[in-house]
C-alpha cells in the first residue's frame, strides 16, 4: 500500500468479529479488500508472561505502549477490550451461544417492547455457517481428562442444588466453545466421534499456511487445548481457533485478489469523497522507532487510501468515536442517536470463596482448580420473562470464570500474613541447622510447608455474568475524550437478581460469595463486552445504521461490530456480532454484483 491512488472496493477498519469475517467474505466475493487493524500480529508464542512484557502489554501510543490490552475506565463502568490482529478473539473466553430468539426486544420507557430491526430467524443461517468457520466444540467431558474438570463438574452440582428464590427456571448448560480439542475440525458442535478423539497437545495439521506462516515466512505450528486456563490472556499454542486463524487466514488465500491486511494502522480520519466512496487516513505506527529512554516515537507517516464502501468495525468504543471525531464530514449523521445505547451488557464478575465439601463427615476445602481447562467451559441459565415460562425478571447466564495459573501464583503469595509466617518458620528450621542445634538436612517437607497449602486458589471459583441490562447509557466527546454516562441503576433489580443467584451458588458450595472491590466500593460494572453506540434502527430516527449496517443517510457507509447492538445481547456476543456481519456481508455483495 502506497497512497491514495489505492482504491479499494472495500476498506474494513478493525478485525474483531465484524471487521474479520467481512473481509473474507467480501474477497472470496471477488472485491479488492483492504482490512486495517490498529494493533500488531500475535503468532503462537508471542503472548506475554514475563513480568516486564507483561508491563509493556498495554495499547497507549501517546506514551510508547503498543500492547494488547486495552483498559477503559467511567465513573460507574469499566471495560477491558482488545488491540490486535483478531481483534477481541484474542483476549475472548472462546465461547458462542447465540441470542435466544425471545430476546430481540428492548423495553419502551412507558411499559411494553420494541422489536429488534433484525430477528433470529435473519441470523439463522449466518449463525451456522460461523460456527462452521470457527471449528466450535462443545468441552469433551465424556473423555480423561476433561471429565474430571472441577468447576465444570461443581457448576453441575450447583444446577442441581440451586435454590434462586423465585418461580425462574435455570438450566446448566455445556457451551460451544471455538477451541480445537481434536486434531481434526467437527462437522457439529456436539460431534463425539471415536476417529476424532480430543487429545491434549497435539500438533493440529492445517490445509494451508496460517496468516503468521505466510506473512513471517516460516512454520507456525499449533496444539490442541492445554487445559491450561490462559485463554483471556492470549493462547500461546494456536489453540484458539481465533480469527487470524480462521477468516483473516481464508481472506489472504481469497483469488483472484487476496484480501490485503495491514497492522499498526491506526484510522484517525474518515470522509466522504466527491459522488462515490471514502477516503481514509491512518497513522502507520513502528514500535521498533520507540526511544527507550523517553517511550516516545517520532511522528508516524500519515498515509491516505480511498474506497467504494467502508466499513467501520472498530469496536464499541472505536466505531462511535471515530464519527464523533470526524463529524463535521457527515452532517447528515443524527447527532441524537450516535453515541446511544450503550450497554454492558448485563455482565458482572464477581468471585465464590473458601468452598468446602463433606469428606469423612468434615467439611475441608473443596478442590475447584480455577486454572484447568479453558477459561469458561459452562454456564446456569436463569430465565427472563420474556421466555414466557413462568420466569420473572431479566434473564442472564453464569458461567464458570476460570484463573490463569500466572495470577493463581499471584494470589497465593499475596496472602501476606501466611507466606511471612511460613517464611520465619523456615528460616527458623535453617538456623537451627547452621548453628548445630539441627542435624536434618533434608528440606522436603519443610520446602512444602513453605509453599503453604494453596487453599486460596484451590478453593476458589469465579463467575461472570451476562444479560440483559438496560441500554440507558451514552457516549459523548469531552474535550476530544471519550466519556460514557451509563450507570447501573435503572439496571440495579437486574444485578440484584444476578447477586442473589451469585450467593445461591456460594451457598450450595459452602463457600462465600464475593463482589469485585470496583463494584462493591464504587458501584462500578467492569464489562468485557461493551455494546452500542452506533445502534441500528427502523429509520433514522430511531437508529444510526439499519439492520445491515448501513449508515442512514450515506450509502456504501456500514458499521458492523457490537457498536450497532441497540440492546443487549445477553449472552456473550461475539456470535451475535459474526452473524450480523455475515448477513451484511451478502447484502454488500448483492449490490457489488447488480452493480456490476
Known amino acids: 500500500m502506497s497512497s491514495e491512488t489505492d482504491f479499494f472496493d472495500a476498506v474494513i477498519i478493525g478485525s474483531g468479529f465484524g471487521g474479520s469475517v467481512m473481509a473474507y467474505r467480501l474477497a472470496e466475493a471477488g472485491l479488492r479488500v483492504c482490512l486495517l487493524e490498529r494493533g500488531k500480529a500475535y503468532p503462537p508464542n508471542s503472548f506475554p508472561r514475563k513480568p516486564y512484557d507483561l508491563g509493556q502489554n498495554f495499547w497507549d501510543p501517546s506514551s510508547g505502549f503498543y500492547g494488547l490490552f486495552d483498559i477503559w475506565s467511567f465513573k460507574k463502568s469499566g471495560a477491558l477490550v482488545s488491540s490486535g490482529l483478531g481483534g477481541g478473539s484474542l483476549i475472548y473466553a472462546n465461547i458462542h451461544i447465540r441470542k435466544d430468539p425471545h430476546w430481540f426486544k428492548e423495553d419502551r420507557p412507558d411499559g411494553g417492547y420494541d422489536p429488534w430491526p433484525i430477528t433470529y430467524e435473519c441470523l439463522e443461517p449466518h449463525y451456522e455457517r460461523v460456527e462452521k468457520m470457527m471449528n466450535v466444540q462443545k468441552y469433551p467431558l465424556a473423555h480423561p481428562p476433561y471429565d474430571k474438570t472441577p468447576k465444570t463438574l461443581a457448576m453441575q452440582e450447583v444446577n442441581r442444588n440451586l435454590q434462586i428464590g423465585d418461580n425462574s427456571t435455570h438450566k446448566w448448560l455445556p457451551l460451544n466453545l471455538a477451541v480445537s480439542f481434536r486434531t481434526k475440525n467437527v462437522s457439529s458442535p456436539d460431534e463425539d466421534d471415536p476417529a476424532n478423539p480430543p487429545i491434549m497437545g497435539a500438533q493440529i495439521p492445517e490445509d494451508r499456511p496460517n496468516y503468521h506462516s505466510v506473512t513471517m515466512k516460516r512454520d507456525q505450528p499449533r496444539s490442541t487445548c492445554r487445559l491450561c486456563g490462559e485463554c483471556d490472556i ?188 511460613r517464611g520465619l518458620k523456615f528460616f527458623k528450621m535453617r538456623l537451627k541447622y547452621r548453628t548445630g542445634l539441627n542435624s536434618d538436612a533434608n528440606l522436603s517437607a519443610e520446602i512444602a510447608n513453605l509453599l503453604g497449602p494453596a487453599t486460596t486458589t484451590m478453593s476458589t471459583l469465579g463467575l461472570i455474568a451476562m444479560g440483559r441490562d438496560f441500554a440507558n447509557g451514552r457516549m459523548s466527546l469531552k474535550k476530544d475524550l471519550l466519556e460514557c454516562d451509563w450507570s447501573p441503576k435503572k439496571s440495579q433489580a437486574y444485578f440484584d437478581r444476578v447477586r442473589r443467584t451469585g450467593d445461591a451458588i456460594a451457598q450450595a458450595l459452602n463457600g462465600k460469595y464475593l463482589d469485585t472491590p470496583s463494584y462493591r466500593y464504587l458501584h462500578q460494572v467492569l464489562t468485557a463486552h461493551p455494546l452500542g453506540g452506533c445502534p441500528m434502527g427502523f429509520t433514522a430516527n430511531d437508529g444510526l445504521v439499519n439492520s445491515y449496517g448501513e449508515v442512514f443517510g450515506y450509502p456504501g457507509l456500514y458499521v458492523v461490530d457490537g457498536s450497532v447492538m441497540p440492546g443487549p445481547v445477553g449472552p456473550n456476543p461475539s456470535l451475535t456480532i459474526a452473524a450480523i456481519s455475515d448477513r451484511a456481508a451478502d447484502h454488500i455483495i448483492d449490490q457489488h454484483k447488480a452493480e456490476s
Not at 296 to 317: D, M, N, Q, Y
Request: charge should be positive.
Open 234 to 421: 492470549g493462547c500461546n499454542y494456536g489453540s484458539k481457533n481465533t480469527l487470524d486463524y480462521t477468516y483473516i487466514t481464508a481472506a489472504i488465500h481469497q483469488k483472484p485478489h487476496p484480501a490485503q491486511v495491514e497492522t499498526l494502522c491506526e484510522v484517525k480520519t474518515v470522509t466522504p469523497l466527491e459522488g462515490v466512496g471514502y477516503r481514509v487516513e491512518f497513522l502507520r505506527h513502528d514500535p521498533a522507532t520507540i526511544d527507550p529512554a523517553t517511550r516516545k516515537c517520532p511522528p508516524p507517516p500519515r498515509v491516505s487510501i480511498t474506497c467504494k464502501r467502508l466499513i467501520i468495525s472498530a469496536g464499541t468504543f472505536g466505531s462511535p468515536y471515530l464519527l464523533m471525531r470526524n463529524l463535521a464530514s457527515f452532517p447528515l449523521l443524527n447527532r441524537d442517536i450516535l453515541g446511544s445505547r450503550f450497554s454492558v451488557n448485563g455482565d458482572l464478575l464477581s468471585f465464590v470463596v473458601n468452598t468446602k465439601e463433606r469428606r469423612n463427615g468434615k467439611l475441608v476445602p473443596r478442590r475447584l482448580d480455577p486454572s484447568f481447562g479453558p477459561v469458561i467451559t459452562s454456564a446456569i441459565r436463569v430465565g427472563d420473562t420474556l421466555d414466557g415460562d413462568g420466569s420473572t425478571g431479566r434473564g442472564f447466564y453464569i458461567e464458570d470464570a476460570g484463573i490463569p495459573y500466572l495470577f493463581s501464583w499471584i494470589a497465593e503469595l499475596s496472602g501476606l500474613p501466611g507466606t511471612i509466617i
